[in-house]
T-cell receptor, first 113, second 113 residues
Framework: DAGVIQSPRHEVTEMGQEVTLRCKPI?????LFWYRQTMMRGLELLIY????????DSGMPEDRFSAKMPNASFSTLKIQPSEPRDSAVYFC???????????FGPGTRLTVT | GNSVTQMEGPVTLSEEAFLTINCTYT??????LFWYVQYPGEGLQLLLK?????DKGSNKGFEATYRKETTSFHLEKGSVQVSDSAVYFC????????????FGTGTRLQVFP
């Protein structure tokens, strides 16, 4: 298996623009997680899905952030409008309910200028 | 609420030195405990885990023992290598009703030849 795939790997955008981050989980995994990593706040869970349904979105910072999972093999995290404080590395991870391990993608480094 | 506290880094060691990275937790019930490792430019990978008190997780020469009496899960390695340089995250899963992980802030390890 190719592992969790994220795109793009790097994104540079201007403040106010819409940003869409994409994730393809490992086939057969029924949980998908979106995390944000910054030096100041460390690793934060933003939202997670089970069988394509959002279970806990309490970590989503504000209404500018939204996440969808239209099917078992694809999820997006959208920021609209983006702000410089959104600059971070965004990770997607997936897991199978019966297992403990979460498998992380390589991350998307977002820079908002 | 549940939380994980790790020693602050960076931890700087010479090759073949003994490593300890402290981790303590606060949790209700009986959490599972994990150590994840993040190499530069990559996502997190599971290093080892323990699911009940007195369990010892081990992998790649690293070990950690689940100590319920001291609510700790310290990571140890007898002889570190330059290739062990990375950021190490302690994490807990709250119980069987959730797949959500709570991560510590991470500890950077730098090993010099």
């Amino acid at each position: 298996d190719a592992g969790v795939i994220q795109s793009p790997r790097h994104e540079v955008t201007e403040m106010g623009q819409e940003v869409t981050l994409r994730c393809k989980p490992i086939s057969g995994h029924d949980y998908l997680f979106w995390y944000r990593q910054t030096m100041m706040r460390g690793l934060e869970l933003l939202i997670y899905f089970n069988n394509n349904v959002p279970i806990d979105d309490s970590g989503m910072p504000e209404d500018r952030f939204s996440a969808k999972m239209p099917n078992a093999s694809f999820s997006t995290l959208k920021i609209q409008p983006s702000e410089p404080r959104d600059s971070a590395v965004y990770f997607c991870a997936s897991s199978y309910h019966e297992a403990d391990e979460q498998y992380f993608g390589p991350g998307t480094r977002l820079t908002v200028t | 609420g549940n939380s994980v506290t790790q020693m602050e880094g960076p931890v700087t060691l010479s090759e073949e030195a003994f490593l300890t990275i402290n981790c303590t937790y606060t949790a209700t019930g009986y959490p599972s405990l994990f150590w994840y490792v993040q190499y530069p430019g990559e996502g997190l990978q599971l290093l080892l885990k323990a699911t009940k008190a007195d369990d010892k997780g081990s992998n790649k020469g690293f070990e950690a023992t689940y100590r319920k009496e001291t609510t700790s899960f310290h990571l140890e390695k007898g002889s570190v290598q330059v290739s062990d340089s990375a950021v190490y995250f302690c994490a807990l899963r709250e119980g069987y009703n959730t797949d959500k992980l709570i991560f510590g802030t991470g500890t950077r390890l730098q090993v010099f030849p």
